[in-house]
């Protein structure tokens, strides 16, 4: 298993990385804990909600489950006051863990809820898509959207870890980790160009899935990640340098309506955008613009 530390004002927590680590949630599961809420979608449990139901039971915990609907155009008030009400209903008190099981959509609502409820309560991001594992699971950015703004209601609050399986990255479609790319590569562009020429090496890899790339590409991005967050927890400063190709990724999806584009796309092509943006204005090289284009 490979652990990746993150240290922040909010919080130091780590990240898991390890095939099969949906089979070892419970070791995760504070022992002070009174409940777990597992808040995820119906296709995520089709595929892993009884593996994962049985890692969670060995705590021993009571098991609420709270199932959202699945997509970014879910992500906003109607879907977090689902988990409210759950939550509620079922008596969960302050020591109660929340874990959130699935990809970015269901990581920013479970903690912006953890976030909320009862003023915080503990919660676990258990990441199953590639963007996610990669991205928004690390460094406590939680939120929902608006009709005028994507993530503009949220707040900054830090799991108390990160349990990645690369294992369920398998039955994701090639969309989904084309995407995910997107996000890997970016870390490449922004601090790492080692990792940068690595990724761009390794591409088919990457693609095709293959184990040992696959696992070298989530524990780099995780560590360049815990190095910016663990500088800059609420991006005063460094951590902006995250936001590459946000600005036209968030007016993408924005545009053409949430869901439309996957995140990871309309991000990757705002980083082609900004890349041309810098060439014209900047004197960025050509020969790059293109690197980052492929």
Request: charged share 20%; glycine share 10%; hydrophobic share 45%.
């Amino acid at each position: 298993m490979t652990i990746v530390r993150v240290t922040t004002p909010g919080g130091d927590y780590p990240i898991h990385i390890e095939d099969g680590r949906l089979d070892r949630l419970a070791e995760a599961v504070p022992a002070d804990a009174t409940a777990i809420a597992l808040v995820s979608n119906a296709n995520i449990l089709e595929r892993y909600g009884d593996r994962v139901r049985a890692s969670l039971a060995r705590t021993g915990k009571k098991l609420v489950e709270v199932v959202l609907p699945d997509g970014e155009e879910y992500k906003t008030w109607q879907s977090l006051n689902m988990i409210f009400d759950h939550l509620l209903q079922n008596g969960l008190d302050r020591k109660a863990l929340l874990v959130a099981f699935g990809g970015g959509v269901i990581g920013d609502m479970g903690g912006f809820a953890a976030a909320c409820y009862m003023r915080g309560i503990r919660f676990m991001q258990v990441p199953t898509t590639l963007l996610a594992q990669v991205d928004s699971s690390v460094g406590g950015k939680t939120a929902i959207n608006h009709p005028l703004g994507k993530n503009m209601i949220g707040a900054f609050y830090q799991p108390l870890a990160v349990e990645i399986d690369p294992g369920v990255l398998a039955t994701l479609p090639a969309r989904e980790i084309s995407a995910g790319l997107a996000e890997v590569v970016k870390y490449g562009l922004i601090i790492d160009a080692e990792f940068f020429s690595w990724c761009e090496a390794n591409a088919a890899a990457l693609r095709a899935l293959e184990p040992e790339a696959v696992s070298y590409a989530i524990q780099r991005s995780c560590e360049l990640k815990a190095r910016v967050v663990s500088q800059d927890e609420r991006e005063s400063g460094l951590r902006a340098i995250l936001n590459l190709g946000h600005t036209f990724g968030h007016a993408i999806e924005s545009g053409l309506g949430y869901g439309q584009w996957l995140h990871g796309e309309a991000v990757g092509c705002g980083m082609v955008q900004a890349a041309e943006l810098s060439a014209d204005l900047l004197g960025f090289p050509r020969a790059d613009v293109e690197r980052v284009r492929r």
